[in-house]
């Protein structure tokens, strides 16, 4: 991941690749040697081609790029957050309608115009995201990377790649979305449980 937010103190490289690690979860493939820094640093675990965060490594990235209370930053990224999570319980629904029809069958795609019905409802989620980060990004400026990758996640899936919207196995649509999810809560040090207990609020309309 490019122009992460982290502490120029520690190896930039190595940073950079745990953080990276720890926003997607894991990473699939041959291990670079940068990558291989983090294992050696107990940071990660290598598991065949798999490499996973270890705890510790989870809290070294959340100290990377956690920004400081108070600051511009926070404020723009918590800012961000309120907006984006009522969008994210609609792209939720969206992929559930993208996989299955309102009966609870499969969606097996021969129904043009319900594929087309959930890609114009992408298309306003996407308008609506990609307005967020721009504005966010005035002051937290490595926010613009998410939203390039959303931008060329959403044209793969216009080219032909429908199943990249909601496979975990492609840096797809949603794949990309969650990943940008979790790199705002590392950014301000929340909790899942207390991420979803804000989207609930936020969604319910219910006070804070």
Not at 13 to 34: A, C, F, H, N, Q
Not at 52 to 78: K, N
Not at 191 to 204: G, H, N, P, Y
């Amino acid at each position: 991941m490019n122009d992460l937010a982290i502490n120029t103190s520690a190896p930039t490289v190595v940073t950079s690749e745990l953080v990276d690690l720890v926003v997607k979860g894991m990473v699939r493939g041959p291990i670079t040697p940068e990558l291989q820094a983090v294992v050696d640093a107990g940071d990660a675990v290598a598991k065949g081609p798999v490499v996973m965060p270890t705890q510790a490594g989870i809290a070294h990235a959340g100290a990377q790029v956690r920004l400081p209370e108070g600051s511009d930053e926070a404020r723009a990224v918590t800012d961000l957050l309120h907006v984006f999570l009522p969008v994210n319980r609609r792209l939720r629904e969206l992929c559930t309608a993208w996989q299955c029809r309102p009966d609870g069958s499969a969606n097996d795609h021969s129904d043009a115009q319900y594929d087309a019905k959930i890609r114009d409802q992408l298309e306003d989620i996407h308008t609506d995201v990609a307005k967020m980060l721009r504005r966010s990004a005035k002051q937290c400026p490595p926010l613009l990377d998410y939203r390039e990758r959303l931008v060329v996640a959403l044209e793969r899936f216009d080219n032909g790649d429908t199943a990249s919207l909601t496979s975990p196995l492609t840096d797809g649509y949603h794949t990309v979305w969650m990943w940008l999810h979790q790199h705002l809560l590392m950014m301000l040090g929340m909790t899942r449980a207390e991420d979803e207990a804000l989207e609930e609020k936020l969604v319910s309309g219910s006070p804070e």
